[in-house]
């Protein structure tokens, strides 16, 4: 199993990230992206990344949307798109992201800026892209499209778009990641999408410590019952469509 998104660099990790890592090698766990937040914890996520290289662990660089409003000064004045790519070539990150749209969240020409330069560097760089979108998802179809993000293509991670969106996207050669909300008892958006997602752009996440599956149901066995198979065989195949996605693992 490979959990294509989750944030082990944040605060609520400080205490026991180094058990957190071994349990999920000792749950089946072959590899972890973490995709960065801001700017300003570049340096950390990027010594976390090497530290643990031998348990799984890979990085991504960028700015999360949600915290766009909260950028300091200094993140706000860096050339970003710059920043990106000299940060991958130094840190060794295997995608460009956290990045995207998010509709519940302030500043979204700024939110639009940023993603631009992120699908520029990722283009420069040639990594595939970790995408946020919630809540925006014309804006962030019209950005994509705008700047040739199907050049590198990526994962949208969490994905909240419908059924009807999977195509679009996929255009666009980006794959789907599900996290907690599949396996939720009232859940009918993410398991409609689940189902009509192709083989072969089908990623698992846990989006830790964020969108924890109800009653702490696995979200690969939550992807097995939407898709009417089993939990071996969605770790098989995401894995694989990990490895080949991101070219790692």
Request: proline share 4%.
């Amino acid at each position: 199993m490979i959990d294509t998104h989750c944030h082990l660099d944040v605060d609520r990790f400080d205490a026991d990230r180094d058990a957190v890592i071994a349990r999920a090698a000792a749950a089946g766990i072959a590899g972890m992206l973490v995709p960065a937040i801001r700017p300003r914890t570049w340096d950390a996520l990027a010594a976390l990344g090497h530290r643990e290289r031998a348990r799984g662990v890979r990085i991504a660089i960028g700015v999360h949307p949600q915290i766009v409003p909260e950028l300091d000064a200094a993140e706000r004045a860096l050339d970003l798109e710059a920043a990106i790519v000299d940060a991958v070539a130094t840190t060794g990150a295997i995608a460009v992201g956290e990045c995207g749209l998010d509709g519940g969240t302030g500043e979204h020409d700024l939110q639009e800026t940023i993603l631009r330069a992120h699908v520029r560097a990722a283009r420069a760089v040639r990594r595939p892209l970790v995408i946020h979108v919630l809540r925006a998802h014309d804006a962030a179809l019209r950005v994509l499209r705008d700047e040739r993000a199907g050049d590198v293509g990526g994962v949208l991670h969490a994905y909240s778009g419908g059924a009807d969106l999977v195509a679009p996207y996929r255009a666009l050669g980006l794959a789907f990641s599900f996290a907690g909300p599949v396996t939720f008892a009232n859940a009918r958006r993410p398991i409609a999408a689940a189902r009509v997602v192709p083989d072969e752009l089908l990623l698992v996440e846990t989006d830790a410590p964020d969108q924890s599956p109800e009653g702490h149901r696995a979200v690969i066995a939550g992807l097995a019952a939407a898709r009417g198979t089993d939990a071996a065989t969605i770790a098989t195949l995401t894995a694989a469509n990990a490895r080949a996605r991101f070219a790692t693992w």
